[in-house]
């Protein structure tokens, strides 16, 4: 009996959270799925940014350790697969790295290094919807052997350049959504983002899933580059 | 001296209460009578059958259970025989409440600074080369003191020369490893509740834990030498592995040095 | 001065506090029967039962990964290692605590120091925390002397490091086990599923395995309440080691089971063997099967959730073979008082405080700096 009532007790305890956090959710939830906002996104401070949207970190081992930022996952959403390329093979700096695949949409990657393939994420392989939620940690996605790291790393941002990037980046993808490049985005959408777009425009997560064909390679191209 | 016991001769109480009310005195507790073993009643009579009285009170074991679980060692084996308590060393953890097999420990949960409670053979007055108040107090000898070894022989020729009357088993001659506390009875033992009822081993019960305990010092010398061992290992992986590559970069370093 | 924002786990932690305090002040007030169930018949329960043979085995985590780290020099888990730490030195504080409520003579529990008994399970135990609490301190002064920018004595914990962790494991395997040790005096009061000669064994095997768990948990505890990332990889690492180790003592308990003529009693619809059930059910099989999934093994809510099975049943073995399993030959029936429940709730509320505290103001999650080596050198070509 004890052993019932004390495990009684503790999922009590966990589901009274999950209660708690459902109902605060629900609100926040409305609030933060219109409310992409500056304040949304955090740049870790010992990683570099390439202009593609993807950054680098480097290991003490002397690898580096390949990704796609926060940004560009919140406006993906839902991850559905990823197409990695074979270990071994060489990458170049602007050339095509790896591919996302998000509902029936293919977005591509462009290599931020020069170098080659020295592993993949096998977690981000088995569940990517999940594990890409850590963008800067577990959601990497190559492990390169760099070999031609410092001339590489001039095209890249870090720290407070970063940030200034981010935020430019940021404010480009609102213009995109929301002003000139409206015709590329669904009525549905319009309607969301104009109802909130007196402060300055207000995006939501998974944006990308509402956007057809065009609007998408639009993005692909404008945001994350063409491959050279 | 000798490991002195007591023989309890089932078929010869009549329950009156002599023993308990002798204890009570002699140990300045309150004088209710009480029907099972209490802070404040180390031994009683209980009619477990029909006419049938059985009196409980420490078994006084040979190799006993509270003597070896004590973290402290609060409960001593004396050379006499009684098992007694020293309430200043116990810390109340109640260990020997939990693993006595006879469930023979009590404790006055109701102060502040609580002890255990138990029979201790009126261990001072055995050391004078006196008896035990109950044993002293019973108008029938059916708790009788004296030398273990003498009582055990007396309890089998009762045995013998009865056959009809007692069921040829001496209690406490082995349960556990033998107890200083020894029972004969007329009826079939498992009869008459606790703690006859219970299938102990004749084994003493601190062999169970001393098997265990005793791979203590193994396991922290093999655990050190292997920890250790391993530790030089990987150390020795992770140096050997950073002098490698420290080796092939400066090989490369010289041998372009000396091409042009 | 800025009053704190009122939520709800905070009304319930005020609410805990303040029942926790008052049950405090009446146990050492007017005694262990005014606050609770306990009787002549039944004198261990809850607060033996969880805050100290269970609380024990739940703060496991911190030695494995010691081991991991310090001794297997696998570098990888450093990141989990100072939560691991922490929780390990406030689960062990926590033990130390909840055993000065169950003492009845709670100001001579220091003893064991003076008075010796080797013969007993007991003393040892006693040691063993004793020493593996003060392990415990040492490694996570390192934390502290940090904040504290005192370099000198976390240079000397630093060259100890290797000696104390060694020191640490042997403590934990024999303290881990001897809990085990602990119920092998009891064979005739203990039901037959749970009483076996290899108790202290499977004690051992399933700390680890809820060590594993439970720093699994404290990632996910610690992103709900604390906002810190989880390193998924890592503990997708320990939930495989888990699978392992889980396999072992299943395999092993079954074997023990049918080696004593036991087996077929778990198809019994004694109460005892129905807890037995459920609680190899949702301690072992369960998690086991769930990790087999790779699905399961790499999703942040496969992990929380295999992690809390594991949990609740290894709480639930625990105190099967401490409480339930000993009940049928007490001659009574014991279930806690709601002192002894508020108390056991309280200590587990300061123990997620304290912890709170200190991943606050102390370096607990950041990456810990590279070891002295630094990065292995490559002197590029000029």
Redesign the interface.
Known sequence: ???????I???GF?VL?LV??SLKGKKAQEEQKINLDFSDFRVPVSTFFYPGHTWVNIQ???EVRVGFDDFVRKVIGDIESIEFPEEGKALKQGEKAFSVKSGNKTLSFLSPVDGEVAAI?K?ML??PA??A??AY??GWILAVKPTNLSANLKAMKIAEDAVEWLKAEIRRFREFALGENLHYVKDELQYEVGRTSQDGGCLSEGMLSRMDEKAVKYFEEEFLGKPR | MAKMGILIDITKCIGCGACEKACKMRNGLPLDLENNLSATAYTVVQERLPGTYVRRMCMHCQNPTCVSVCPVGAFTKTAAGPVTYDKDKCIGCRYCMYSCPFSVPKYQWDRVVPYIQKCYMCADRVAEGSEPACTAACPTGASIFGDRDQLIEEAQKRIKDNPHTYVDHLYGLEEVGGTSVLYLSNVPFEKLGEPFNINLPDKPLPVYTWAALEKVPTIVVVGGVVLTGIWWITSRRDEVKKFEIKHKEQKKLTGKGDKP | MKLPKVTFWRIVIAAITILGLYYTVLRYTKGLGAVTNLSNKYPWGLWVGFDVVTGVGLAAGAFIIALTVYIFRIDEYKPILRPAILTGFLGYSLVAVGLLYDLGKWFDVWHPIVFWNPHSVMFEVAWCVMLYLSVLGLEFSTVVFERLKWHRLNHLIHILIIPLSILGVILSTLHQSSLGSLFLIVPTKLYALWYSPYLPLFFFISAVSVGLAMVTMESFLSMRFLGKGIELNLLNGLARVNVLVMAFYLTIKILDMAGRGVLGDIFSTRFESIMFDIETLVQVVIPFFLLLIPAVRTSAKGLFVTSLFIVIGFIMNRLDVAITGVEASSGTTYFPAFGEIMISVFLVTMGFLAFAYAAKYLNVFVHVEEKEEGPVEIIHDV
Do not use: F, P, Y
């Not at chain 1, 009996?1 to 495990?7: D, E, L, N």
């Open positions: 009996m004890v052993a019932i009532m004390v495990a007790t503790i999922i966990v959270d708690i956090q003490s081992n002397g994420n977690l088995a569940n999940e594990v939620k850590s940690h577990s």
